[in-house]
């Protein structure tokens, strides 16, 4: 990949958009980003983004902007970070200096909220899409401590409320622990 | 000065909220309600609800509103900057070692005992926004369950078929659902 203007021009567009189109915070950021630098890109391959996702929810701070800065740093190192962080910082920041300028009609016109009715049905599809991809890809792996994992970790997040942290503190520990067992078994085959 | 204040407080709001998205409300609430009385709760209330509406981190939002505000664009900006900059550093920080050591047999184990954890978690906040979309409630119970919202049932039927055929990009379904939306709900 060629680092020229050209590049960096598609890298903060990439971003841009990406930040654009989040709503709601948080992991929605995480479908959309898969999508546009896995899939449509090709720049960075899928594993790595999923370590990208759980290294930005380990960090304080917006979640979006870790994974934005991360993903820039991987491209084309610190000026690759700037440029993603810009691209990510810059629409929240104009869109609410204008909303915020505009508060009371923005939050009772009918068009706005019909239109934002519809975009929270498809933001759910987009996120439904990754998980089902996700999730089918590790069923047919056919590998029973990655299917519990992903089962236990859904358990004790969305039923018991555990606080993620611990959830990916407790997985990274247990993921190292049993390559750790692997090794000493002599089972070097990876 | 006002726009030190804005910045150590946002820097704070940075450092101290873990797990992103809704997580990150209550130490915004702490900083900006509680403990500088820049917004009411109402306002903070309004905040929480234009984020919902409006794209972008929850807490880039939440900068931007109190700080303009306040100090008009210059404390957004500072607002911003604020919140974002403990965060940057780190994630550099932590992006050059993991680019450093990811060959690492052990460190790839850590990584793919965690991949399985990331489906869920993902999954765990689409199902909130999908139940607030077709039932608006958060969580189930019966009686939501029996009066979906008909609309949002369709789109989001829709923009999934065409995702999963088509791995169309979600951009242009981000952009069709809104229209979709503004036609159904205000012309059917």
Known sequence: MKKNFKFYQKLFLSTFSVSAFTFGGGYVIVPLMKKKFVDELNWIDENEMMDIVAISQSLPGPMAVDASVMVGYRLAGIPGAAVTLLSTILPPFVILSVVSLFYQAFKTNPVVNAALKGMQAGISAVIADVVVSGGLKICKSKNLISIVTMAASFYAVYFLNINVIWVILACGIFGGIMTALHDRRGGRDA | ?188
Not at chain 2, 34 to 63: R, Y
Not at chain 2, 98 to 108: A, E, H, I, P, Q
Not at chain 2, 145 to 163: E, G, R
Request: some cysteine; glycine content about 10%.
């Open chain 2, 1 to 188: 000065m006002i726009y030190w204040e804005l910045l150590w407080s946002f820097l704070q709001v940075g450092i101290f909220s873990f797990g992103g998205g809704y997580g990150i409300l209550p130490v915004i609430q702490q900083q900006v309600v509680a403990q500088n009385h820049w917004l009411t709760m109402k306002e903070f209330t309004d905040v929480v609800t234009i984020s919902q509406m409006t794209p972008g981190p929850i807490a880039l939002n939440a900068a931007t509103f109190v700080g303009t505000k306040l100090a008009g664009p210059a404390g957004g900006v500072i607002a911003t900057i604020g919140c974002s900059l403990p965060t940057t550093l780190l994630a550099l920080l932590v992006a050059h070692y993991y680019y450093k050591y990811r060959d690492m047999r052990l460190v790839k184990g850590i990584f793919e005992g965690l991949r399985p954890a990331i489906v869920s978690l993902i999954a765990t906040a689409g199902l909130s926004i999908l139940f607030l979309s077709l039932f608006n409630t958060e969580t189930l119970s019966p009686a939501a369950v029996s009066s979906p919202d008909w609309k949002a049932v369709v789109i989001f039927a829709v923009c999934l078929a065409i995702l999963r055929k088509w791995k169309s990009n979600p951009i242009p379904i981000m952009i069709g659902s809104g229209v979709a939306g503004a036609v159904a709900y205000l012309l059917l």
